[in-house]
């Protein structure tokens, strides 16, 4: 759903430009509350993970293909400020590197695939887990459907700018049932791919799922025939090795570098949802070519490089490298701004003098 230049106009391109920015500003703030010892590590990884899952475009229907948005998997996994954050570094090095996505549509890009799929997919989820019995399957379950809802919603919030700002003059009755249809459509493959991954981290680390704090099932006690919750236990400091998640890090970044740089190869070739909507509906007879298109990395391969399966393996690797180091810049900029904002400071009340100054002279 990645919006190329041309299809929405310049006023509305720029409101949603301020609508971005305000968003980032806001979750840059809200990431420093979610970003910790355990999360840190893992946002610049799940950035990584979404730009190499992206490239791996799977068949739909009627010649057309969908990828992974990755805003409910964000969300879920290292909570919807960070999550926010996860999905925009990744538009942004998509759009200035791969020329995927418009620069001047950067605004629009944000909005609808960062921000959008991140705030209803994490507002679906939670309200799932609330009123679901607690557990491992409960967090996987709410998973698949929030990410499921999270597809259609964005496709809906394209088709509401398009018709405050399109630039060509398509039904918009026609652009709606189209893109609600086809990404109905691709929501089930956002949905398999977001529960296999949130299940398989919470299997071996449920402590690194942000969406499962606090989720864990209380013991109970039949105490004169009726079930009541034991007392909690005293926490006990869990061993070195159960804490350290350098296995989880390492296993995700070599299945980042395997999807991108191998498996992307075989993706489906066919035009994604929007592409073919576009095509089919007329949107795209203003589109704009990318400012980005003589990126060495264009269209996700290196120039220079003839041999199609090297070019775009090693464009993926070169994205995934460059995803995690510029997210883990971030992501580590917020959280020692965090450990900023909560070190120790100074007591002293304004208008006191210190100690020294009240000393006299004998």
């Given at each position: ?34 970003l910790?010892?355990?999360?840190a ?9 979404i ?6 475009n ?27 954050l ?24 944000i909005?609808?695939m960062?921000?959008v ?48 700002g ?28 977001t ?14 799922v ?26 006990t ?31 489906s ?5 929007l ?12 589109a704009?070519?990318?400012?980005s ?25 070169i994205?995934v490298?460059v ?36 000393s006299?002279?004998?």
């Open positions: 759903m990645h919006v190329p230049d041309g299809f929405i106009n310049a006023p509305t391109s720029a409101v949603t430009g301020v609508v971005a920015a305000g968003a980032i500003a806001v979750s840059l703030r809200g990431a420093r509350r979610e910790d010892e355990r999360t590590p893992l946002a610049g990884l799940v950035a990584a993970f730009f190499a899952v992206q490239m791996l799977f068949p739909v229907a009627a010649g057309t293909s969908g990828h992974l948005l990755g805003g409910a998997l964000a969300a879920i996994l290292v909570g919807p400020f960070t999550g926010v996860c999905v925009s570094v990744v538009l942004l090095m998509q759009g200035i590197l791969f020329a995927d996505g418009g620069l001047t549509a950067l605004g629009v890009n909005t609808d960062a921000i799929t991140t705030v209803v997919a994490y507002a679906l989820f939670r309200g799932l887990v609330k009123v679901l019995p607690r557990g491992r399957r409960t967090v996987t379950v709410a998973s698949f459907v929030a990410a499921l809802i999270s597809v259609p919603a964005a496709a809906v919030a394209f088709t509401l700018m398009y018709w405050i399109g630039t060509t003059d398509v039904s918009i009755g026609k652009v709606a049932s189209a893109m609600i249809g086809v990404h109905v459509l691709i929501g089930i493959g956002e949905a398999v791919i529960a296999l991954t949130v299940g398989a981290v919470i299997a071996v680390r449920p402590d690194l942000y969406g499962a704090r606090g989720l864990r099932q209380k013991l109970q006690l039949r105490v004169d025939g009726e079930l009541v919750d034991a007392p909690d236990a005293e926490p400091p869990a061993p070195v090795a159960a804490r350290s998640h350098r296995k989880v890090w390492i296993t995700g970044l070599v299945t980042s570098l395997v999807l991108a740089g191998f498996v992307s190869f075989y993706a070739a066919n035009p994604d949802g592409e073919k909507v576009a095509t089919d509906k007329g949107i795209d007879k203003k704009k070519e990318h400012a298109s003589d990126s060495p990395l264009a269209d996700y391969g290196v120039s220079d490089i003839t041999n199609a399966r090297l070019s775009g393996g090693l464009a993926g690797v994205g490298g995803t995690i180091v510029a997210g883990s810049a971030v992501f580590w900029g917020v959280r020692r701004r965090r450990a900023d904002d909560t070190s120790p400071t100074s007591t002293t009340v304004p208008g006191d003098l210190p100690p020294a100054a009240h006299t002279k004998d």
